[in-house]
């Protein structure tokens, strides 16, 4: 149940926020009266282990503060940025009378006032780091011009629309800003209920305050994976989750999937499952069942949209629910914080809630009509940008769960590695590794010596510096392509290189990969005529798999550094096959 | 109903219920800002399925007006 706006403020009052970890600096920027939405905003985050700050601009006063580099807005230095809009502030007289001028002129107008938010924006992304997510502009159901208004000439619906979609234009151009769909939160939620006149003549109020904390928790969608709080993967159960009905029970025929109305709920479900996993999300199965009997169901039914391929994890069996969560978070190495649980039993759901409080639980409904609605409201999904291995993931864990079903028929490690035919290539830094380069530098906690994390801004600056050498890894075997999963920056003195950043995904680590990635940068090294080859290790509470990496490689630890000595042996790796790629 | 109104009050104000009366208003009470002042209005008319007009919103002095403003929607108030 979502609390309401006068709960978040005074929870906000008492917020004991200065012990976590993880911080936050949000600056609200409205063209209008938006009280409430900074304190629920910060409660929001507490709720997520995040100590939020924020800055609230003056009533309309966006321009002055993107406009002016000595700005409060600039010396508070926020990591995240909402520009809210409203369209009768942004339009002024036109909004009322949008027919007393011609449609030339009323094009006119509206490629100014775009023009000038442009050039705000521009300003803004010179002068701060920040992101910047600026709100579309709601297109009213409301004309003068009537049922005719679809015929007119550049029209007052169509002037908006032009406006948002140059909004839209300008965040394909910049990375570091986003459009949020303003207009698509009214039409969700009704302008009917967010516009409320008394409230807009007492104050310049433009959402009522009841919708507050309803459009916190859309702009929480960006502060999710910001902080990394965006989940990855959506455990099921399969009776009464997948499909109506206990298989064991009422056999392969018996259960509802298709054909019925609550059949078609559970077809529904399963398709808007596919479509998270089309975009990156993991999907594992956690039920008490025969596994045969499951399997059958999920290999043979005509009307299952989910099959054995889309699963990275299948735990079925008579086990603790609690426990197979464990086995599919080892089996697939991620965070209990990373997963969603959807179980139609209260027991299973509570069960999990109580032993893994990170999990994300469902309360799901009896009524599978349901699922898909409660599905969607999930925002935890999202992810800032996505890349080419984001929207292969799926299959690249199906084929992990290939790699492991091999590694048990081969009888030791060597023979499985040899076998594996692992081919690594190795990639200079480019406009289209970048994205990717600086997405690994922000998420991998595990291989990683020094958690340097890098946006795009810095990885581009690291490519063009002629000092560094910026480089990633793709890594393919007999199973499929893993995708760019290693990444190295290597700061070049004169003398002596400095390892910046080494990382390597999880899911390729221990096959050899990572030494025959460093074995090429002494390689280079050695040829460039340089002495030695300094790295560091710094630990975190996460990246004990790199611990005994560099000198296991032959590094020594020489004061703060780890020192590699161009006078050895490199090491050679039969095993795979390396590529370089200029 | 009077207790629910003082209840709300007390809850959006965030001040006990015990030093609510009829006379309580912005003048008396600090927290009673304009914004805290309409919050106040969202809660009574979610509480008692109302909507009042924009001259009632406007013209709250005191607990004594939301009662009077009540009584105007057929909600009962003790006097």
């Given at each position: 149940m979502e609390k309401t706006l006068s709960e978040y403020i005074s929870l906000s009052k008492n917020l004991d926020d200065?012990?976590?970890?993880?911080?936050?600096?949000v600056?609200i920027?409205p063209?209008f009266t938006l009280n409430g939405l900074d304190e629920t905003l910060r409660v929001k985050c507490s709720e997520l282990?995040?100590?939020c700050?924020s800055?609230v601009?003056?009533y309309?006063?966006?321009?002055?503060?993107?406009?002016?580099?000595?700005?409060?807005?600039?010396?508070?230095?926020?990591?995240?940025?909402?520009?809210l809009?409203d369209?009768?502030?942004?339009?002024?007289?036109?909004?009322?009378?949008?027919?007393?001028?011609?449609?030339?002129?009323?094009?006119?107008?509206?490629?100014?006032?775009?023009?000038?938010?442009?050039?705000?924006?521009?300003?803004?992304?010179?002068?701060?780091?920040?992101?910047?997510?600026?709100?579309?502009?709601n297109?009213?159901a409301?004309?003068?011009?009537?049922?005719?208004?679809?015929?007119?000439?550049?029209?007052?619906?169509?002037?908006?629309?032009?406006?948002?979609?140059?909004?839209?234009?300008?965040?394909?151009?910049?990375?570091?800003?986003?459009?949020?769909?303003f207009?698509?939160f009214i039409s969700k939620h009704g302008e009917k209920n967010i516009f409320d006149y008394r409230q807009f003549h007492i104050g310049d109020i433009q959402i009522t305050h009841n919708f507050i904390p309803t459009l916190a928790d859309d702009l929480m969608?960006?502060?999710?994976?910001?902080?990394?709080?965006?989940?990855?993967?959506?455990?099921?159960?399969?009776?009464?989750?997948?499909?109506?009905?206990?298989?064991?029970?009422?056999?392969?025929?018996?259960?509802?999937?298709?054909?019925?109305?609550?059949?078609?709920?559970?077809?529904?479900?399963?398709?808007?499952?596919?479509?998270?996993?089309?975009?990156?999300?993991?999907?594992?199965?956690?039920?008490?069942?025969?596994?045969?009997?499951?399997?059958?169901?999920?290999?043979?039914?005509?009307?299952?949209?989910?099959?054995?391929?889309?699963?990275?994890?299948?735990?079925?069996?008579?086990?603790?629910?609690?426990?197979?969560?464990?086995?599919?978070?080892?089996?697939?190495?991620?965070?209990?914080?990373?997963?969603?649980?959807?179980?139609?039993?209260k027991?299973?759901q509570e069960?999990?809630k109580?032993?893994?409080p990170?999990?994300l639980t469902i309360n799901m409904s009896d009524d599978?009509?349901n699922?898909?609605p409660i599905?969607k409201e999930i925002n935890?999904?999202?992810?800032?940008?996505?890349?080419?291995?984001?929207?292969?993931?799926?299959?690249?864990?199906?084929?992990?769960?290939?790699?492991?079903?091999?590694?048990?028929?081969?009888?030791?490690?060597?023979?499985?590695?040899?076998?594996?035919?692992?081919?690594?290539?190795?990639?200079?830094?480019?406009?289209?590794?970048?994205?990717?380069?600086?997405?690994?530098?922000?998420?991998?906690?595990?291989?990683?010596?020094?958690?340097?994390?890098?946006?795009?801004?810095?990885?581009?600056?690291?490519?063009?510096?002629?000092?560094?050498?910026?480089?990633?890894?793709?890594?393919?075997?007999?199973?499929?392509?893993?995708?760019?999963?290693?990444?190295?920056?290597?700061?070049?003195?004169?003398?002596?290189?400095?390892?910046?950043?080494?990382?390597?995904?999880?899911?390729?680590?221990?096959?050899?990969?990572?030494?025959?990635?460093?074995?090429?940068?002494?390689?280079?090294?050695?040829?460039?005529?340089?002495?030695?080859?300094?790295?560091?290790?710094?630990?975190?509470?996460?990246?004990?798999?790199?611990?005994?990496?560099?000198?296991?490689?032959?590094?020594?630890?020489?004061?703060?550094?780890?020192?590699?000595?161009?006078?050895?042996?490199?090491?050679?790796?039969?095993?795979?096959?390396?590529?370089?790629?200029? | 109903m009077t207790d629910s109104v003082y209840e709300i009050v007390a809850k959006v104000f965030a001040i006990s219920i015990n030093d609510i009366t009829d006379q309580s208003g912005p003048e008396n009470i600090e927290s009673w800002d304009s914004f805290n002042g309409l919050v106040l209005v969202d809660e009574l008319e979610n509480f008692f399925k109302i909507k009042f007009s924009i001259s009632e919103i406007t013209d709250v002095k005191t607990v004594a007006d939301i009662k009077r403003h009540l009584k105007n929607h057929d909600v009962i108030v003790d006097e």
């Open positions: 200065l012990k976590l970890e993880k911080k936050l600096k600056a920027m063209s282990d995040i100590r700050q800055y601009s003056g309309n006063q966006y321009n002055q503060e993107f406009l002016n580099p000595e700005s409060n807005l600039y010396a508070f230095s926020p990591d995240i940025t909402f520009l809009l369209i009768r502030n942004f339009l002024g007289e036109i909004f009322h009378f949008p027919y007393k001028f011609a449609d030339k002129d009323r094009k006119l107008l509206v490629k100014e006032k775009t023009e000038q938010l442009e050039k705000i924006i521009n300003i803004f992304s010179e002068n701060s780091k920040s992101k910047l997510v600026i709100s579309n502009f297109i009213p409301y004309s003068p011009n009537g049922i005719i208004e679809t015929k007119s000439e550049f029209g007052f619906h169509e002037m908006i629309d032009e406006i948002n979609k140059s909004l839209r234009e300008m965040c394909k151009k910049k990375n570091s800003i986003y459009v949020y769909n207009n698509n969608s960006y502060v999710k994976p910001l902080l990394g709080k965006n989940r990855k993967c959506i455990v099921l159960d399969l009776d009464n989750t997948l499909w109506g009905g206990i298989v064991g029970e009422d056999g392969f025929d018996g259960i509802e999937l298709g054909h019925t109305p609550k059949g078609k709920a559970f077809v529904e479900f399963q398709k808007e499952l596919l479509s998270l996993w089309n975009q990156g999300i993991i999907l594992a199965i956690n039920s008490k069942n025969n596994f045969d009997d499951a399997m059958k169901v999920i290999r043979e039914h005509p009307n299952m949209v989910l099959r054995e391929k889309h699963f990275a994890s299948l735990q079925i069996n008579w086990n603790d629910k609690a426990q197979n969560i464990k086995e599919i978070t080892s089996e697939i190495n991620i965070g209990l914080d990373s997963i969603v649980f959807f179980d139609d039993d027991i299973n069960r999990i109580q032993e893994f990170q999990i599978p009509s699922f898909v599905l935890d999904f999202n992810v800032l940008q996505r890349t080419v291995e984001d929207t292969q993931r799926g299959e690249m864990y199906a084929q992990q769960r290939e790699r492991k079903n091999f590694e048990k028929t081969v009888s030791n490690l060597d023979d499985f590695l040899k076998n594996l035919n692992i081919k690594v290539k190795m990639k200079k830094s480019n406009k289209f590794l970048i994205p990717r380069i600086s997405q690994l530098t922000l998420k991998t906690n595990q291989f990683n010596l020094t958690t340097k994390r890098y946006q795009e801004k810095d990885i581009q600056n690291f490519s063009e510096n002629e000092n560094f050498k910026v480089g990633c890894a793709q890594v393919l075997d007999k199973f499929g392509d893993n995708g760019i999963t290693g990444v190295y920056i290597v700061e070049k003195n004169k003398d002596f290189w400095v390892i910046d950043t080494f990382l390597l995904s999880c899911r390729i680590m221990g096959r050899g990969i990572e030494t025959a990635i460093l074995n090429e940068i002494i390689k280079d090294a050695k040829e460039s005529g340089i002495r030695e080859v300094r790295a560091n290790f710094f630990p975190t509470t996460k990246n004990k798999p790199a611990e005994n990496f560099l000198s296991e490689f032959g590094f020594t630890q020489q004061g703060s550094y780890w020192i590699y000595d161009l006078n050895n042996q490199i090491k050679i790796i039969n095993h795979l096959e390396v590529e370089i790629e200029e | -």
